[in-house]
């Protein structure tokens, strides 16, 4: 179980890098203009991390892991909890799914909109 919680947070913790470089560099767009590229390049960096850690290598090795592998040393005699342990595993990577629905979304949203889209819930956001 150590392992596979080792491997959890890094796959998980490395995209919330990214994820907050985006965060803030979008923060300071709104006071200062930056250059777009700079923009650009935080969210493809998020985007791609997110592909590989959070879709790609939290599948491969946390949920492999622990749901054949663990099984196959472990054996049924040590399975206790194996069910629910790996169903909240699935659920973690349903949720990670939906969340990089809306963050494919919103790259979707400012390709076709950009500067024009204005977001209500952030008080420090360009007003048009």
């Known amino acids: 179980k150590h392992r596979v919680g ?3 947070l890094f796959t998980l913790d490395i995209c919330d890098i990214f994820l907050h470089i985006t965060k803030n ?5 709104n006071y200062i ?3 777009e590229t700079a923009v650009a390049a935080s969210y493809l960096l ?3 991390s997110w592909i590989i850690f959070r879709l790609w290598l939290y599948f491969e090795k946390v949920i492999y892991t622990s749901s054949f592998q663990g099984m ?3 054996g049924w005699v040590n399975s206790d909890g194996w069910f629910f342990y790996n169903a909240l ?3 973690i ?3 990670q799914i939906y969340w990089f629905y809306l963050i494919a979304l919103s790259g979707y949203k400012f390709l076709k909109y950009g500067d024009q ?7 420090t956001a360009k007003r048009k």
């Open 6 to 8: 080792v491997l959890c």
């Open 33 to 35: 203009q930056l250059n």
């Open 117 to 123: 889209l204005d977001d209500e819930r952030d008080p």
């Open 72 to 74: 196959h040393y472990g």
């Open 93 to 95: 990577y349903v949720f």
């Open 89 to 91: 595993l699935l659920l």
């Open 46 to 48: 998020l985007f791609f």
């Open 25 to 29: 560099i979008r923060i300071v767009d």
